[in-house]
């Protein structure tokens, strides 16, 4: 059964910096593009990052890029976001989630599997 | 930047159709995904590609997109089907991901 799990969150003061984990079982995470999508309090969804299969193409969005870094590890299965100089407005459910591959690898795939999320809260 | 416009709240009658719609400049040469999202849980896509029906989701979950608009329907409303639904462009000439704001279905 395809599975994510995040770690790594909770309480940082501003400018603070923090690394999200999500651990993938039941697949192999090489096959597919993946991604960390946020959701504040209350509002909708954000999507911060997205990897390639090798990691050789990266997209961030404008919000978090050059504070945040997206990385992978094939070998372990695993996904990782360093952030850093954390702000009030970072606070929120962080979510990984792998891309379809459907009709082939790439970014415009949909989300297909997420994990269950991880609170990160920024307050001094 | 591309923008996707969702109606905050849509509501419903049981058995009846509900329409969720994703507006934006041609959205119709874009490809479209939808995600539902229950209090406290993840989103789960619903339709992908348009109008792709993932397994375990039910038939009356359908898609499509054409011209300036996406539209999610259910048909048969269900108390269930109660959540929050969310659009989801790739925006090429951005390389930007795109979520709609979302809109929150009632089940009357």
């Known amino acids: 059964q395809v599975h994510l799990v995040e770690s790594g969150g909770g309480l940082v003061k501003p400018g603070g910096s923090l690394t999200l984990s999500c651990a993938a079982s039941?697949?192999?995470?090489?096959?597919?593009?993946m991604t960390w999508i946020r959701q504040a309090p209350g509002k909708g969804l954000d999507c911060l990052s997205i990897?390639?299969?090798?990691?050789?193409?990266?997209f961030y969005a404008d919000s978090v890029k050059g504070r945040f870094t997206i990385s992978r590890d094939n070998s372990r299965n695993s996904l990782s976001l360093q952030m850093n100089s954390l702000r009030v407005e970072d606070t929120a459910v962080y979510y990984c989630a792998i891309l379809t591959s459907r009709y082939g690898s790439g970014p415009y795939n949909a989300f297909d599997i997420w994990g269950q999320g991880t609170v990160v809260t920024v307050s001094s | 930047s591309y923008v996707l416009t969702q109606s905050p709240s849509v509501s419903a009658a049981p058995g009846k159709a509900a329409r969720i719609t994703c507006g934006a400049n041609?959205?119709?040469?874009?490809?479209v995904h939808w995600y539902q999202q229950k209090p406290g849980q993840a989103p789960v896509v619903v339709i992908y590609y348009d109008s792709d029906r993932p397994s375990g989701i039910p038939e009356r979950f359908s898609g499509s997109n054409s011209g300036n608009t996406a539209t999610l329907t259910i048909s048969r409303v269900e108390a269930g089907d109660e959540a929050d639904y969310y659009c989801?462009?790739?925006?090429?000439?951005?390389?930007?991901?795109?979520f709609g704001g979302g809109t929150k279905l009632t089940v009357l």
């Open positions: 989801h462009v790739w925006d090429s000439s951005s390389n930007h991901v795109v």
């Open positions: 039941g697949f192999t995470s090489s096959d597919h593009y």
């Open positions: 041609n959205i119709g040469t874009k490809t």
């Open positions: 990897i390639s299969r090798t990691g050789g193409a990266i």
